[in-house]
């Protein structure tokens, strides 16, 4: 009898911590503002110590299953959004996640959304010519308006890589001294 009560709290609590897990990828979903691939939710939550790798993969099987997200493939990759049932679900059972949880979610979000959308702004790739040369191609886009594009021919992997590395890393400092560059009178 007792080790039935046992099973039935251990099953109760599991139950639980399920329906929170959950409610809580729901939460993420709901916050970030751009779809996700699996990798990026997965480390995400793992990054911050919610659940491990296992359940993750299993909740977001059961949330597609139960229509509260989907995935959608875009050039060969596959992204999850919340759908409106699952925006409806949340919104009835949002006080059951801690609020330690949200304000945690809501600012380790606020971070990945900026980095998402610094990622599209600032685009640095580079190519291989021919055996001897890469092509670099340097761009800023806002809005979906090309503000500044700049194509290097260079020698060598190292550099192109190099180049992308730096402009990633510092664009406002690269594109400021472009312009101060080409607008100084020179004689």
Known sequence: MINSIKGDIMFIENSDELAQNKLILLYIFNKIDYPTTNSEITQFVLENNQMNYFLVQQYLSELVASNFITIKTKDGNEYYNITEEGKKVLE??????????????????????????????????????????????????????TLFTLSLNVVSNEQAKMICKNWKQNPQVIYKKFIDILTTKMD
């Open 92 to 145: 009835l059972f949002y006080e059951r996640i801690a609020a330690e949880t949200k304000n945690l979610v809501d600012r380790k979000c606020s971070i990945k959304n900026e980095e998402k959308v610094k990622e599209k702004q600032i685009i640095g790739n580079y190519y291989k010519k021919n055996d001897t040369e890469y092509i670099v191609n340097l761009k800023v886009v806002e809005n979906d308006n």
